[in-house]
């Protein structure tokens, strides 16, 4: 595992409403994206995580302060959702980002470095 890995954050404004109106062959399209794109990874190096989210009503939230409060749906109040992730293990940003071409063409992806802070 290198010292750096690199998020791969998926989104798109109003993602999951124009997700179900995908024709089927549309999401077979998308599909194809997400299987490319994983082999690509593996080829260059690994993928540690991933996984599609469900939508922002699912989502609950801890709010700052004292109180830590705990809100309905996501932080943002934004049209942009957060689709999926990915944590991938390449060797660089450069090539993290080149491998983010390969995912569908409908979301936009922010490719981010990790700091490698230990957790366990």
Do not use: C
Not at 4 to 25: I, N
Not at 42 to 48: A, K, L, M, P, T
Not at 91 to 115: K, M
């Amino acid at each position: 595992m290198s010292e750096v890995q690199f998020l791969v954050l998926l989104t798109a404004p109003d993602h999951f409403a124009r997700w179900e109106g995908l024709s089927s062959e549309e999401r077979d399209d998308a599909m194809a994206s997400f299987g490319s794109f994983a082999k690509a990874v593996q080829e260059r190096g690994e993928i540690v995580a991933g996984d599609a989210l469900y939508a922002p009503a699912a989502a609950r939230t801890v709010q700052m302060g004292p109180e830590r409060v705990v809100t309905d749906g996501p932080f943002a109040e934004t049209v942009e959702q957060l689709a999926g992730f990915y944590v991938i293990d390449v060797d660089s940003l450069e090539t993290a980002v080149d491998l983010a071409r390969l995912l569908p063409r409908n979301t936009a992806v922010e490719v981010r470095p990790t700091r490698g802070v230990p957790i366990r």
